[in-house]
């Protein structure tokens, strides 16, 4: 695997008041999408679906409710907010323990066949990896007994976000234009541009993580050059 350079990352981005920042490095062949489509679909029906089926009892034991009323706003806002704290926590450290060198090498490296993520690869793992992550995702509404509304709202969010973060592309509504802890596809790819053992930024969500424990030195570093190119940009314009 060749490592990308930040000073490769770097001249390929850019960003005006019209234009989208595209951090996409190369297509996906046609036959490696086909690939992905095939394998998320084994994937839903033969260990999602099971897993849905099997954790329904777990739900209803802790409280989760079906009938009217709904909950209001305030709770079912509430709720998903602790899912995205807890989830994102869980979700760090998991990541970390992925890319150490046999976990990365039997399960995690699956995930990383694509350099170059698209939407779809979101959910493109190992069986083992969907299980252990999987955790994560579960756990808050185990916990809490949510309403069935509640669960839905939760899981629809969580991937659309994790969707948004593979898809390679940093749009001008992009949560991370207006959430300063937010990751986005920006950040995330670059965790799939360099090597294993140096890529850093495992947070799913948000990147206090990484901050808080050193794990995007990396991805900040390349931010301060980003910005700086756009500075002397602007002086030599």
């Known amino acids: 695997m060749k490592r990308v350079s930040m000073v490769d990352l ?15 490095m190369k297509n996906n062949t046609t036959a490696s999408q086909e690939k992905c489509i095939i394998r998320l ?41 602790f899912y995205f704290i807890l989830e994102d926590f869980i979700f760090y450290w ?26 779809l690869t979101s959910e493109y793992a190992h069986p083992a990896e969907i299980l252990f992550l999987g955790f994560a995702t579960i756990i808050g509404p185990a916990i809490t007994g949510p309403h069935l509304l509640t669960l839905w709202l939760w ?8 969707v948004e973060a593979h898809c390679g592309y940093h749009f001008p509504w992009s949560l991370s234009n207006f959430l ?24 799913s969500t948000f990147t206090y993580m990484d901050w808080v424990f050193g794990t995007d030195k990396g991805y900040r570093k390349l ?3 980003k910005d700086g190119g756009v500075e002397n940009g602007g002086k030599q314009m």
Request: proline share 5%.
């Open 10 to 24: 770097n001249l390929h981005c850019h960003c005006n008041a019209f234009s989208f920042s595209f951090v996409k």
């Open 41 to 81: 679909l084994l994937y839903h029906f033969g260990v999602n679906l099971p897993v849905m089926l099997a954790s329904y009892p777990v739900f209803r034991h802790m409280g989760m409710q079906t009938s009217l009323p709904f909950p209001s706003w305030n709770v079912i806002l509430t709720q998903i907010t």
């Open 94 to 119: 998991g990541h970390r323990i992925l890319h150490t060198k046999w976990m990365y090498k039997h399960v995690h490296s699956v995930h990383h066949e694509y350099a170059t993520p698209f939407g």
């Open 155 to 162: 899981m629809v969010l969580r991937v659309l976000e994790t």
């Open 180 to 203: 300063p802890l937010y990751g986005g596809a920006d950040f995330h790819d670059y965790h799939h541009r360099l090597l294993y053992t140096k890529s850093g930024n495992y947070s």
């Open 223 to 225: 931010q301060a050059l």
